[in-house]
């Protein structure tokens, strides 16, 4: 929703100061369609020829997530470490034995599904059962569980950050591929020199708007789309930092309580619910 006012502010501030000013928008109109195609076409070229199918895919998705609400909010950092304190509790009064069937089958697990928030996000729900089955295994230390996690963590990172980075790279050859539009237009005007000035100075101008459409279309939209994503991508990976904090201070020997408490201080500030609203979350729960 904030993307489309931000773009509808923009939209209004620039073309509404040029009528204001007494620019002809019929100019820009005329020549939109034609340098649009020549903008988008090679920018989507240049797109596809540089990236993997795989990274052409999440940034398509990467698209989609921009126009929708965080998920990632106070209530739902409340259900994870609501999820982690129970399990925790669980393997501390009955042993790490007794969570197993948890851990091999979390769809089905009581304690997973009593949080459906997280219970049924693949992503995390696998996160977590697979490092609470090497704890119930006992072959690994924390030492050794935890620079596995960062290295998980790092590879997720890493994978989607390359959503961010094509589309950084391609607002970054935006400009670019409008100077070519206006050069061609050039071009077009320098082939047609012995037209009246009316229409010389038309078609000069139309062939300035393929420059002014390449920087708007990088720095209006594509930039922040790419900024937007990256902020998303933050927002995912602070998930599983938070998971890791609970569990390594459990491995740690620190009582299920504590534990969620080290999970909560690596949130977000205006994400991160306070010491007393998890505390009452956890008892309700």
Do not use: K, Q
């Given at each position: 929703m904030f993307v489309l006012i931000g773009w509808a502010i923009?939209?209004?501030?620039?073309?509404?100061?040029?009528?204001?000013?007494?620019?002809?928008?019929g100019v820009i109109l005329t020549a939109l369609p034609f340098e649009?195609?020549?903008?988008?076409?090679?920018?989507?070229?240049?797109f596809l020829a540089n990236n993997q199918m795989k990274v052409v895919k999440a940034t398509a998705a990467g698209l989609g997530r921009c126009f929708k609400g965080s998920k990632y909010s106070k209530a739902r950092y409340m259900e994870l470490l609501a999820l982690m304190y129970d399990i925790l509790q669980k393997a501390r009064k009955e042993g790490l034995m007794s969570i197993e069937k948890d851990v091999e089958d979390p769809h089905s697990s009581p304690l997973f599904q009593k949080y459906p928030t997280v219970g049924n996000d693949h992503h995390v729900t696998e996160f977590i059962t697979?490092?609470?089955r090497m704890m119930v295994s006992g072959n690994l230390n924390a030492h050794e569980i935890e620079s596995l996690m960062d290295s998980e963590i790092e590879t997720h990172h890493q994978e989607e950050h390359a959503a961010v980075a094509a589309l950084q790279r391609l607002a970054g050859g935006?400009?670019?591929f409008g100077i070519v539009a206006a050069v061609l237009g050039v071009v077009n005007t320098m082939g047609s020199v012995g037209q009246p000035p009316a229409v010389l100075g038309g078609m000069i101008g139309s062939a300035l708007v393929g420059t002014f459409l390449g920087i708007l279309l990088a720095y209006g939209f594509a930039e922040p789309l790419a900024g937007l994503l990256e902020q998303k991508?933050?927002?995912?990976g602070k998930e599983f930092q938070c998971i890791k904090t609970t569990l390594l201070a459990s491995m740690q020997g620190y009582a299920p309580q504590?534990?969620?408490?080290?999970g909560r201080k690596?949130?977000?500030?205006g994400d991160r619910p306070s010491f007393s609203e998890l505390e009452s979350h956890v008892k309700k729960k």
């Open positions: 923009s939209m209004v501030c620039i073309f509404g100061v040029f009528i204001a000013h007494g620019g002809n928008i649009m195609i020549t903008i988008f076409g090679a920018a989507i070229g240049a697979d490092y609470l935006l400009p670019a991508v933050e927002d995912g504590v534990a969620i408490e080290f690596v949130l977000f500030s």
